[in-house]
C-alpha cells in the first residue's frame, strides 16, 4: 500500500484543499477498493505537530501524523497558503526540510495547490523546473523564486514527479490528474462524475483578470501604462510611446518590460484583451464589432492573440460568459 501525505499547514491555508484531497483520494481509495478489495493510498494529514490548526477562526483540522512519524512516504500534497508567503513560509519552515529529504531519499513525489507553490519552491526542488500556481501571484513568484520555471497558463504543471496546480479550485483538476496516474483513468472519470468537476481541464487563461503590473517605482513607465490604458482602442506606435518619455526606443522597450514584465507590445496586447473580453462578457456586440472597438481590424489577428491570452476563441468566451448569451 502506498502512503500519501497532506500537509496541515500553520498559520493561513485555504482549508478547502486540505478537506478536498483528503476526500477525493477517499472517492478514489473506495472505487479501487470497490475493484480489488483493497485500497491503494493510506491517508495521513501530516502536521509540524498534532496540535489542531484552525483556518479562518471557523474551521479546525487535526493531524493524524506529526513530520517526525513519518519516515517514508510516496506522495506529498502541500495545500494552498493564503496572506504574506515570507510569513507563511517562516512559519512552515521545518515542511521544508522534510520534504526535501522525503524527495532525495526516498523519491517522493510532491504537489502544491495553488499557492502552495510557494513553500514547495522553498525547497530548492523546483529549481528549472515547471510550475503553475494562482495567477493572481505570478510577479510575487518570479520575484522570489527567480529560478523556476513559472507557466502562467497552466491550470496542471507535472515535471519528474513534482506537480503544481492553478489558483483557487483548480486544485480539483490537479488532483483528478494524479488519481488518473496513480489509479487509472477509469477511476479518475468516476470520481470527476460523482464529485461534479469539470474533467481535462489544462489552462486557467480565461480566468486571468489584467490589471496592469504597476508595483514599480518608474513613474515614466507608469505614466505611459495609463495612456495605453485610455487609448488602447487608438493606434499608438512604440515610437510615439517612447517619445513620451524622451528616450530612444531600445531604451524605452528595455525600461518598460524591466517595470512591467511585458514589452509595450504585450501590453498594448493585453490590456486590449481584457477589454475585448469586458465587451463580450456584457454587451450584446458580436465579435467583429468587439475586435473593431478594442482596436484590430484583421479578423485572424485578432482571434489568434485573444486565444494565445484567453485560452478560448471570442465566441466559446462569450458563449460561456455572456449571460444573455447563455440564456438565450
Not at 67 to 77: A, R, S
Not at 138 to 157: C, G, N, Q, R, T
Not at 222 to 246: C, G, M, P, R, W
Request: net charge neutral; glycine share 6%; hydrophobic share 35%.
Amino acid at each position: 500500500m502506498k502512503h500519501l501525505s497532506i500537509l496541515v499547514p500553520r498559520g493561513l491555508a485555504i482549508v478547502d484543499t486540505i478537506i478536498g484531497s483528503y476526500n477525493l483520494f477517499q472517492m478514489a481509495n473506495n472505487d479501487y477498493r470497490r475493484k480489488t478489495g483493497d485500497q491503494l493510498f493510506y491517508i495521513d494529514l501530516v502536521g509540524i505537530t498534532r496540535e489542531p490548526h484552525s483556518y479562518s477562526n471557523f474551521f479546525s483540522v487535526t493531524p493524524t501524523k506529526e513530520l517526525g512519524d513519518i519516515e517514508k512516504t510516496d506522495l506529498i500534497i502541500v495545500p494552498g497558503l493564503v496572506g504574506d508567503m515570507e510569513k507563511q513560509i517562516e512559519l512552515n519552515y521545518p515542511f521544508v526540510d522534510w520534504m526535501r529529504n522525503q524527495r532525495v531519499q526516498n523519491q517522493s513525489e510532491i504537489a502544491s495547490l495553488c499557492r502552495g507553490a510557494f513553500l514547495l519552491a522553498e525547497t530548492g526542488l523546483m529549481n528549472k523546473k515547471s510550475c503553475a500556481t494562482h495567477w493572481i501571484t505570478h510577479d510575487k513568484f518570479k520575484e522570489m523564486f527567480p529560478e523556476v520555471e513559472l507557466v502562467p497558463e497552466k491550470v496542471i504543471s507535472e515535471d519528474n514527479g513534482i506537480y503544481s496546480s492553478g489558483g483557487a479550485y483548480s486544485f480539483l483538476n490537479l488532483l483528478l490528474y494524479m488519481i488518473e496516474k496513480f489509479y487509472g483513468r477509469e477511476t479518475a472519470i468516476w470520481c470527476s462524475k460523482v464529485a461534479e468537476i469539470e474533467f481535462d481541464r489544462m489552462d486557467q487563461n480565461q480566468f486571468v483578470i489584467f490589471n496592469g503590473q504597476k508595483g514599480h517605482s518608474d513613474e515614466e513607465v507608469a505614466q505611459i501604462q495609463d495612456f495605453i490604458e485610455e487609448h488602447y482602442a487608438e493606434k499608438v506606435s512604440v515610437e510615439e510611446l517612447a517619445n513620451q518619455t524622451s528616450t530612444s526606443t531600445r531604451n524605452f522597450v528595455r525600461r518598460f518590460k524591466k517595470a512591467t514584465k511585458n514589452t509595450p507590445i504585450e501590453y498594448i496586447q493585453r490590456v486590449r484583451m481584457e477589454a475585448a473580453k469586458k465587451k463580450l462578457e456584457a454587451t450584446t456586440m458580436n465579435v467583429h464589432q468587439v475586435m473593431y472597438a478594442v482596436g484590430y481590424n484583421d479578423d485572424k489577428t485578432f482571434r489568434t492573440l485573444f486565444k494565445r491570452y484567453v485560452g478560448m476563441t471570442p465566441l466559446e468566451y462569450r458563449n460561456k460568459y455572456n449571460r444573455e448569451m447563455a440564456y438565450a
